[in-house]
Structure formats: structure tokens, C-alpha cells
């Protein structure tokens, strides 16, 4: 049985990772994760006892990494702070996560050789023009807009080098803008569909027209899991699953599926630098390793999601006035 250590398993992607190696491995999954206002342990309720654990602790604390990298055979690593509004608002946090916590992560997998999976994002690339034929590729050259892309992007160059000068068995893997059940009620798809449960307008930055490459968060771990059984050292690998859309189009869906006049949502202030479009090629990563996304039906997921949400409220409702009222505060 493969022992698996998962960084930001109580996250939104890490969650529905880590549920998807369960059902579809043998593996043992360690989580350690933090909980910040992000982490939810109860997206890992119903889990196994024989085949999973959970540690609440930091990424960037070398002892208590040290101690949990003696037991894997395998890190696959998401914790992160990952929110573009919240990385305008307060910096610093994303530094000590993204680009320390990391590094702590790398120290521990030189010292104890071990397999480490890093995730990142397509923001990595900055943005790219409505109506520019490329997509990103492996080979598109960093340019990150926010303080959340920097850090991130500083993170792969971490991972790059760590593989380069001291050895590190460790891959990269880029993916899109992810969907599904557990993401917080700060992101956009989520915030929309309890937005309308609660009454609320949906709000859309600017005039709408940016768009987005959508991928359901299962497609994801099926990538992820790919890379890390297939992968070849110092790679890195773009997930993407064709689904690019503006995001007037995905709340005025939104909408629809909820029963409601698609027109009934607000425009409110733009955010600070925010990238116009992301596209991703993923030919790599589908020839090279033979992966194909699932979820190809993105209104069949998209009405999935918001079935997930209004079974789920519990979950989610003791974040939803706080989240409301930071924004609110922007004027968004
Ligand atoms: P999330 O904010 O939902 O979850 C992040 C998790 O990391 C939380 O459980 C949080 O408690 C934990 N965490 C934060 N700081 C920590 C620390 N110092 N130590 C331990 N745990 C800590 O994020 P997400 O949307 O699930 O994203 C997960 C990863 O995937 C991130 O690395 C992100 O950059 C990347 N990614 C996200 C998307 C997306 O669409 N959401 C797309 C591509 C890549
Ligand atoms: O591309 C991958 C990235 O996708 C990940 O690296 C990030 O962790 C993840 O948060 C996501 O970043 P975005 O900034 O694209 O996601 P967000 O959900 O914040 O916003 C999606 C789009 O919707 C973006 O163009 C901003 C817009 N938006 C967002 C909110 C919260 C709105 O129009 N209204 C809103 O209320």
C-alpha cells in the first residue's frame, strides 16, 4: 500500500483529490493541513480509518514536515493560499504559504529523497488576448499578474531548481480554473449559485468578458494521479479540458439552471489587474501520458455543482456573510 502525504487536503481540490485516490487506489492518505478560514475538515468526513489520517499543522513548520516526510512514499502538494481578491487585500500570507511553505516542502523531499508532486496554476503564464489563437503551453514563458500568481510562479521556480541543482524526484503540474462540490463560498462559481439560494444577485467583475478554462475538479485528481504514476522527473505538465468561457456566460447558466431570469445579476467594480483570458493546451500531458478528461459536459456539471450546494448548505453558510461583507467592502 502506497503512503500517500497530501498538503492542503481540507481545500477545495485537495478534498476532492483525495476522495478520488480513495475510491480509485489502494493508496494510505496522510493530510496535513493547515485550516485556515479555506480548510474545511468536514470535506473529508466519511473517509476510512484504515486508510487515511489527518494532521492539522503548516507546511512551512520543518520539524512537523520532517517527521510526516520520514513516513511517505509519495507528497502530493496543494496547500497554498490561493485566492487572486484576497492575495490584492493582504500579501503577505500568500508569501509565507505559497513560496516558504513550499520550500520547506523541498528541503524535507531532498533530505529523505522522496516523490514530491508540486501543483500550480495556468496564472503562472498572465493572460492572454480574446482573440489570440495560442494557448498556453509548457512552453509559454512565466508572467504573472497578482501577488497569488507571483507567488506561485515563485513556487514552480523553487521546484525547477530543486530538481536541477540538488536532485529533487519531483514534478509540476498547471491546470486551469477547477469546479465542483467543496470549493469556498469566496470563488466565483460558488459564490453565485448561494448567492441566488440565499436571494442575492450575482455579481460580475467589469463587464464580464473574461474568460476562463473550466475543469471539473475530478478531471484534475485524474490528471494529477497520472503524472504522479507516469510522470517524468523535473516535467512539468498542463491540465486542461477545452473549457473556455466568459464569465457573463457562466452566470447567466448560472441562472438558468437555478430557474431564474438570466439577466437578473448586477456588474459591479472590476478587480485590481485582472487577466483577461486563460486558455490551456494540454497535448503534453494527453499524448505523452495518455490522460483524457471526463467531464466534458460543462452545463451537466455545472447543474451537479449547484444540486451539491443546495444539499450541502451546512457546509457552507457560516461562511457566506463574511465572505459577502469583505467584498461588499471592495464594492464587488
Ligand atoms: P483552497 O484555498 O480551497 O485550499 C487550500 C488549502 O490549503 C486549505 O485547506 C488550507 O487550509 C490549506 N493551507 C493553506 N495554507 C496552509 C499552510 N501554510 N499549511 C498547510 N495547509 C495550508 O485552494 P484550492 O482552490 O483547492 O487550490 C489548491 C491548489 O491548487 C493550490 O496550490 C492552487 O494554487 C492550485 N490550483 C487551484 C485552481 C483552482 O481553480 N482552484 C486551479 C489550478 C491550481
Ligand atoms: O486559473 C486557475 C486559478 O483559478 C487558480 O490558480 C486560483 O486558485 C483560482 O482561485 C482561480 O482563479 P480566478 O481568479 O480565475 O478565480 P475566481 O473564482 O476568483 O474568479 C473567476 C473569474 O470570475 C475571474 O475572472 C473573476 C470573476 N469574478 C469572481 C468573483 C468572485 C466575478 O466576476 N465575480 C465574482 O464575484
Redesign the pocket.
Known sequence: MRKLLV??G?????SNFVHHVIEHTDDHVTV?????Y??NRASLDGLPGDRFAFVE????DAILVDSLFVEADAVVH??????NDNSLNDPRPFL??NIV?TYTLLEAARKHGTRLHH????EVYGDLELDDPERFTENTPYNPSSPYSST?AGSDLLVRAWVRSFGVQATISN????YGPY??VE?FIPRQITNVIRGIRPRLYGKGENVRDWIHAEDHSSAVLTILDKGVIGETYLIGADGEKNNKSVVELILELMGQDAEAYDHVTDRAGHDLRYAIDSTKLRTELGWEPQYRDFDAGLAATIDWYRANELWWSADKDGVEAFYASKGQ
Open positions: 498538503t492542503g481540507a481545500g477545495f481540490i485537495g496535513l493541513d493547515k485550516l485556515t479555506a480548510g499543522g503548516d507546511i512551512a496543494y496547500a497554498a493560499e490561493s485566492h509565507d504559504t511553505g501543483i500550480s496554476t495556468d506561485k491546470c486551469s480554473n477547477n470549493q469556498h470563488k
